[in-house]
């Protein structure tokens, strides 16, 4: 509901519609559309790594650049200790997007 | 006055819920389809092979010879619609009191009304022995009119996140 009122930004905790209005994924926003996202030592977004202090446990993910589509947004979530092929990240539409977690 | 309100209403009322009830929309009649599918699938705890095995058999006039499934995780991809009568059976065998519900059901039909989409959460709750479970999964549907008759003709996930290269 708060995308209604603002726009989704970097860094956000969002609510991702998975099925229906009730089963949702909570991810990380980390790249918005016509961002370049990598994982090299960490997130890179643009070329430039990311400070991500909410990241307490990283697996050595690698991933070449990829350009986000005009309604692509970029999401991930903050435990990745495990292998990257093991975790559930990548681009979800605005439409899919809820909005940030408000507490 | 309100009553005579009342009975204007309610007398107005009769022939639409009838029109309804005898002549249903294109919408109503593949929501119809899948209540069926949900009750076919469906198991309770109590229920024996034969009858569940007969009900999965029902569904048969419901999906179209060459329908295609593919829910997913931990599923396969199935083609053909005896594999998928075989394999309903065999899933609501493996649990115990499987109850199948379609909450969410969003219908298009396209131009012509020879065919249609209905994007739908399928939830399933379920027992297999380790206690209560739940799965829920946005399925795409689509449907085929034949002979009057609206059949599934495939079953697509619908991924929420798309995974980068």
């Not at chain 1, 909410?54 to 986000?68: F, I, P």
């Not at chain 1, 692509?72 to 903050?78: K, Q, T, W």
């Not at chain 2, 499934?69 to 005896?82: K, L, Y």
């Not at chain 2, 219908?107 to 020879?114: D, E, F, M, S, W």
């Amino acid at each position: 509901m708060a995308y209604r009122f603002r726009v989704p930004q970097r860094g956000d905790v969002v609510a991702v519609q998975l099925a229906g209005r009730s089963v949702v994924y909570v991810k990380r926003l980390l790249g918005l559309p016509g961002d370049t996202v990598s994982f090299v030592d960490g997130l890179r977004r643009n070329g430039e790594p990311v400070d991500e202090p909410y990241v307490t446990k990283r697996a050595g993910w690698q991933l070449d650049h990829v350009t986000l589509g005009d309604d692509d947004y970029f999401v991930v979530g903050d435990n990745r200790g495990m292998e990257m092929a093991q975790h559930e990240f990548g681009t979800a539409t605005r439409g899919r997007l809820i909005g940030p977690r408000i507490f | 006055m309100i009553r005579n309100l009342a009975i204007v209403v309610a007398v107005a009322a009769v022939p639409w819920f009838g029109w309804q009830w005898f002549f249903p929309s294109d919408e109503a009649r593949i929501v119809a389809v899948l209540e069926r599918i949900a009750e076919g699938v469906s198991t309770g705890a109590a229920e024996g092979d034969v009858g569940r095995l007969a009900r999965a058999a029902s569904l048969r006039n419901e999906f179209a010879p060459d329908i295609t499934v593919d829910a997913g995780p931990p599923f396969q991809r199935i083609r053909g619609r005896e594999a998928i009568i075989g394999a309903a059976a065999r899933t609501s065998g493996s649990v115990r009191n499987l109850q199948i519900t379609f909450p969410d059901v969003a219908i298009t039909v396209a131009p012509g009304r020879q065919s249609a989409t209905a994007l739908v959460t399928a939830e399933a709750r379920f027992d297999d022995g380790g206690g209560p479970g739940i799965d829920a999964r946005e399925l795409e549907f689509e449907f085929t009119r034949t002979d009057d008759h609206w059949v599934i003709s495939a079953v697509t996930l619908v991924q929420a996140l798309q995974r980068l290269p």
